[in-house]
C-alpha cells in the first residue's frame, strides 16, 4: 500500500524552529527530504545537551535508520556541503550513508555569491537584506536556463560548462563596477565537486516514488516560511524559491494527491530577519527582552532578528494558502515572563479595517490587537499537557478558534525532550 509524505512548514518569515520538530519527527519516517532553499538556511538541533546547526542537509541526518534526500528544488553549494558533511562526521557518523542527493539539484558556484554581495550593493536603500550565499542569482540563472545541475558534474566536459557560466557571470559583475577576485573560492569548489561525486546521486522523483510505493512514509522539510515564499510572501522582500506547500510538489516530483499531513510550525510571537514588512514589529524594550529571552539570531548569519508580537492575520493567510491540518507552537516558554501579552487579529490598512493580508506591502498597516493574560510560570519543565496553567491554555485556544486548526504540538524549549504532543 503507498505511503503519503508529510509536510512540516514554516508559517512565518523563517526562524520558526523547524528543524527541532523535524528531529523529533524524523523517527516515525524513513526517509527525510528538503525540497527547496539553501544553505542560508539553518535548521538548528538540539539533543544529548549538545547543539547543532544544518544547512543543507536534512534534520533527520542524525536519526538512525533515516535517509535524508536533498531533492530538486534545492540549490546546493559543494563547498558548504562538504563543510558540513565534516561536521556530521564528527559526530561518528558517515554521511554518505544516510544522504542521496538529487541530480536536477542547481549548484550554487563561487560566482552566484559575488553576484549576490553585487546585487545588494547596487541596490543601495532598497537591499532585500540577502544572507549573500548565493541564493538568488542560482535560482535567477536556474529559471533563466544557465544553470549548472549537481547531474552536472558527471559529464565529460562539465568544466566547460562552469568556465561558460562563469564568464556569464563575470559580464555582470563587470556592468555592476563591481570588484572582484576571479578565482575567488575556485580551487576548493573544485575539491568539493570531487567529494560530492562520492554520494548517491538520484532521480528525485523515482526515488520518492519508489519509497512511497514500498510503504515508507516522507516527512518533507520546508526552509524559511511561508511569508517569504516568492509568490505569496511579502514581495519583493522574499527568499527565492516557493516554500508554501507547492514547492513540496515541484521540489521533489511529487504529485499533490501523495501530500498527507502539514504540519504548520509557528512562534507565539513573530520575528523576522533582514528589510520587509513586519505590521507586529516592537521597536521598544519588549522587542528586546523577546530577542534575549528567544536569543533570537540567525542560526547561520548570526544577525539580530526583529521581534514583535504574533501576527494571527499573516497566519491565517498562510495557514490557508499551505492546507496546514496540525499547528505546533514554538518558543511558548519565552512568553513565561510577561504579565500580559497581545496578539494581532486585524489589520487597519490606510484606515480600513481587515483581516486579509494586504496586496499593497508599502501600504500604512497598523495591527489591531486582543490582550491576554500572562500565565507568569516557567512552563520549560512541563511534560504533559495537564501541568500547563490555565492562562496558557486559553491562549491555545483562542489561537485554535481563530485559525480554525488545532494545535498539536507545543514547543516548550530547545531540546528534543522539551516537546508536548496533545
Known amino acids: ?96 550513508e544516510r544522504i542521496v542527493i538529487s541530480k536536477k ?26 544572507t549573500l550565499k548565493g541564493i538568488g542569482p542560482t535560482y535567477t540563472d536556474k529559471v533563466g536556463r544557465h544553470g549548472l545541475r549537481v547531474g552536472d ?4 566536459d562539465f568544466k566547460d560548462r562552469f568556465a561558460k557560466l562563469k564568464a556569464r557571470h563575470h559580464r555582470l559583475l563587470d556592468d555592476l563596477h563591481f570588484e ?19 554520494f548517491e546521486l538520484v532521480d528525485c522523483e523515482y526515488f520518492v516514488d519508489k519509497l512511497l510505493k514500498e510503504g515508507k512514509p516522507i516527512l518533507a522539510e520546508g526552509a524559511q516560511g511561508s511569508m517569504l515564499d516568492v509568490d505569496f510572501g511579502s514581495y519583493p522582500f522574499v527568499t527565492s524559491s516557493s516554500t508554501t506547500v507547492g514547492g513540496v510538489c515541484t521540489g521533489l516530483g511529487l504529485a499533490p494527491s501523495r501530500v498527507g499531513k502539514v504540519f504548520g510550525i509557528f512562534k507565539a510571537y ?31 548569519t548570526g544577525r ?11 497566519l491565517k493567510y498562510t495557514v490557508m494558502i499551505d492546507g496546514v491540518t496540525d499547528l505546533i507552537m514554538m518558543k511558548s516558554d519565552c512568553l513565561d515572563d510577561f504579565d500580559t501579552i497581545k496578539a494581532c487579529t486585524s489589520y487597519k490598512v490606510d484606515g480600513v479595517e481587515t483581516d486579509q493580508v494586504p496586496f499593497d506591502i508599502a501600504a500604512q498597516i497598523e495591527p489591531v490587537y486582543s490582550e491576554f493574560p500572562g500565565w507568569k510560570q516557567d512552563l520549560t519543565g512541563v511534560r504533559l499537557e495537564s501541568g500547563l496553567p490555565k492562562e496558557f491554555k486559553q491562549y491555545i485556544k483562542f489561537i485554535e478558534d481563530y485559525l480554525g486548526v488545532p494545535v498539536s504540538i507545543i514547543s516548550l524549549g530547545p531540546d528534543r525532550e522539551a516537546t508536548i504532543e496533545r
Open 270 to 300: 513573530c520575528t523576522r530577519v533582514g528589510s520587509g514588512p513586519f505590521p507586529t514589529e516592537l521597536f521598544d524594550e519588549t522587542g528586546e527582552k523577546l530577542r534575549q529571552i528567544g536569543h533570537e539570531y540567525g542560526a547561520v
Open 304 to 314: 539580530p532578528r526583529r521581534c514583535g508580537w504574533l501576527d494571527l492575520v499573516a
Open 1 to 96: 500500500m503507498s505511503s503519503k509524505l508529510d509536510v512540516v512548514l514554516g508559517l512565518q518569515w523563517g526562524d520558526e524552529g523547524k528543524g527541532k520538530i523535524v528531529d523529533v519527527l524524523a523517527g516515525r519516517y524513513p526517509a527525510v527530504a528538503r525540497f527547496q532553499g539553501g544553505p542560508n538556511a539553518g535548521h538548528s538541533l538540539h539533543f544529548d545537551g549538545k547543539s547543532f546547526v544544518v544547512r543543507s542537509i536534512p534534520s533527520g541526518i542524525f536519526r538512525e535508520g533515516s535517509v535524508n534526500i536533498i531533492g530538486s528544488g534545492v540549490v546546493l553549494d559543494p563547498t558548504t556541503f562538504k563543510e558540513e558533511c565534516a561536521s556530521v562526521s564528527a559526530m561518528g557518523i558517515e554521511p554518505r
Open 180 to 198: 572582484y577576485d576571479p578565482f575567488q573560492g575556485e580551487t576548493e569548489w573544485f575539491e568539493s565537486v570531487e567529494f560530492l561525486k562520492r
Open 105 to 130: 539539484a542547481h549548484l550554487i558556484l563561487p560566482t552566484h555569491r559575488l553576484l549576490d554581495a553585487a546585487y545588494e550593493a547596487a541596490a543601495g536603500k532598497g537591499k532585500i537584506g540577502s
Open 153 to 156: 558534474i558527471l559529464t565529460p
